[in-house]
């Protein structure tokens, strides 16, 4: 009687694991409903822009933005969602936000550098999709801007 | 029974004391708009409130799996005593170092320098193996609470890799939310599967059988596949959406069963026990969380309610109200032979204290989450912000109506654990 209630656990408890890889694997492979529109940008800049974006979300990482700032909703909820920012003409007002500092948010000594890169990542981050919504009829599951 | 594994009772209520003190700073900010030169930065607060709250469940696990072995005179149980309270009186000190230098990760949850996450993880791998060359003992015991320990031994180890995933160079932004939050899903079902386990074996689950095979299977499916309610709305795939709605509203089935038991459970289990007062909290939240999940999950209210502080008080009933509660409850029920009737007292009035000032933050929380997730529809942020804002200011008192209760029942264990050994040592020299 034991012996058969532990091989039940431990097929239960193996079972669970080779789901969750196989889930992994499926968030890997499916193809994402909005992809990130590089395509727009020209060829032979493209590489050049991913690679910025991607120096900047370090520069997002280190400076730990995400504890007030939100992506998708997904963040803090001190300051506002920063997911379409870079669309909103907002480039000039956030470099002066991030350096001066405004209500709650302190001024960070952000190099010029860093924040071109920053501004690469919200620009890569807004290509992605929309958010937050903008009426209760918008699409559920999100939508490509 | 052997020696009392103080440094890993210790560790968790340490870190529950912190938390409340971290989550008060975060509230002051968060409600004062202002930056008070005698506070520390968000950037290091809230780091340092989510590494004190993870830290509790975490550690407190680790204790709980500790006593649990000693009391089933596990083998090798020692060597992992021994070996987790290093790893872990190594990991914390040296996270909190971490985020206070601002080398943290910058991400939700595991806010720790990523080069620390191993420790985390060798630690559970410890527990894992432990629990392999005992399982037979762990059956005896209970063979629901031994799968569910043993799901939440393996789940958290890899969800921890998984929500890691964001430092291969090979992780594209439209996959990175879905790695992350996946991962991190994962680690709450491990953790959750680990303190229900345990749960079910303070409860004086003696013998309980396998849960029946379709809820397994309900279980099963829900555990990796609901995470996606968290954010329909980025550009996770299709599918996996759509699955996360149908996994999240069959959990509804679950949820009924789960009423059933816990109306049977509070009408049976005795009153009287120092133990019960937690297990009913924990069973009261779960269902506050059970509920609140699944209607969060709908996709109409999701659009409302998503990236608002409604999520908040979601996570904090789950949190303060089920995983805590239990952490605390197992450390009473291996320290129960310490407990008198005055302690115990205590003990309850400390837990309804508790109850009613999570209440509040709760309906506070939702309710600054509701006119968000309302207001935003037609306005920008810098409309609406003051609103919510004015929503959060029962915050600032009920922060600390918090803080006191759980403080004082960190320090009512503490003193069980540490004091009265020491005591009943002094009496025992007196005596010889």
């Given at each position: 009687m034991h012996r058969p209630a532990v091989c039940t656990i431990a097929i239960r408890i193996l079972l669970l694991p080779c789901l969750y890889v196989a889930y992994t694997f499926a968030i890997w492979f499916f193809p994402t409903?909005?992809?990130?529109?590089?395509?727009?940008?020209p060829a032979e800049g493209q590489q050049q822009v991913i690679n910025r974006a991607y120096t900047g979300r370090e520069v997002w990482l280190n400076y730990a933005c995400q504890t007030c700032h939100s992506i998708y909703g997904l963040g803090g909820h001190l300051g506002p969602d920063?997911?379409?920012?870079?669309?909103?003409?907002?480039g000039a007002y956030i470099r002066i936000v991030v350096r001066e500092g405004r209500l709650g948010m302190p001024a960070f000594n952000l190099t010029e550098r860093e924040l071109d890169d920053l501004m690469a990542y919200l620009e890569m981050i807004n290509a992605s999709g929309h958010y937050?919504?903008?009426?209760?009829?918008?699409?559920v599951f999100g939508a490509v801007r | 029974m052997s020696r009392r594994p103080l440094v890993l009772i210790c560790v968790p209520l340490i870190c529950l004391a912190l938390s409340p003190l971290f989550g008060i700073g975060l509230a002051i900010r968060s409600v004062l708009?202002?930056?008070?030169?005698w506070l520390p930065q968000m950037q290091v607060l809230q780091p340092l409130h989510t590494l004190a709250s993870v830290g509790c469940i975490l550690t407190g696990i680790c204790a709980l799996f500790v006593l649990t072995s000693d009391t089933l005179g596990a083998r090798g149980a020692v060597f992992v005593r021994r070996t987790v309270s290093m790893l872990l009186v190594l990991f914390l000190p040296l996270a909190a170092g971490s985020i206070l230098m601002g080398?943290?990760?910058?991400?939700?949850?595991?806010?720790?320098?990523?080069?620390?996450?191993p420790i985390l993880i060798l630690v559970f791998l410890v527990l894992g193996a432990s629990f392999v060359v005992n399982i037979d003992a762990f059956t005896r015991l209970s063979p629901e609470g031994t799968w569910l320990i043993g799901v939440g031994l393996v789940c958290i180890p890899l969800g921890l890799i998984e929500a890691s995933s964001?430092?291969?160079?090979?992780?594209?932004f439209d996959r990175e939310l879905s790695f992350e939050w996946h991962g991190l899903d994962i680690v709450f079902a491990g953790w959750n599967a680990l303190l229900y386990g345990f749960g079910i074996l303070i409860a004086g689950?003696?013998?309980?059988p396998l849960r029946a095979p379709w809820l397994f299977i309900l279980a099963a499916f829900g555990f990796?596949?609901?995470?996606?309610?968290?954010?329909?709305?980025?550009?996770?795939p299709q599918v996996i959406k759509i699955i996360a709605v149908i996994a999240s509203m069959l959990a509804a089935l679950s949820f009924v069963k789960h009423m059933r038991a816990a109306v049977r459970f509070n009408a049976t289990?005795?009153?009287?026990?120092?133990?019960t007062p937690f297990l009913r909290a924990a069973e009261l939240w779960t269902l506050v969380a059970f509920a609140s999940g699944i209607l969060l999950a709908i996709p109409q209210i999701n659009l409302v309610?998503?990236?608002?502080?409604a999520i908040v008080a979601h996570t904090m009933g789950a949190m303060i109200g089920v995983n805590i509660m239990l952490v605390l409850g197992g450390l009473t029920f291996y320290l129960r032979e310490s407990i008198d009737e005055a302690c115990a007292r205590r003990l309850k009035r400390y837990v309804t204290w508790i109850h009613i000032a999570l209440v509040l933050i709760w309906l506070d929380l939702a309710t600054a989450g509701t006119i968000k997730g309302l207001l935003r529809f037609e306005h920008s942020y810098a409309s609406y912000h003051l609103q919510v804002t004015r929503a959060m200011y029962p915050l600032l008192i009920l922060g600390p109506v918090l803080a006191v209760p759980l403080l004082l029942m960190c320090w009512e264990i503490f003193r069980i654990a540490i004091v009265e050994p020491s005591r009943a040592n002094q009496a025992g020299q007196v005596d010889n």
């Open positions: 409903q909005s992809p990130v529109h590089v395509s727009a940008i920063l997911t379409n920012t870079a669309s909103e003409g907002m937050p919504p903008r009426s209760l009829n918008d699409s | 708009h202002t930056q008070p030169s080398a943290g990760s910058g991400k939700e949850y595991l806010t720790w320098a990523p080069v620390l996450t964001y430092l291969l160079p090979a992780v594209a689950g003696k013998g309980k990796a596949s609901t995470f996606g309610h968290h954010h329909y709305f980025s550009p996770q289990a005795s009153s009287n026990g120092p133990v309610l998503h990236g608002t502080t």
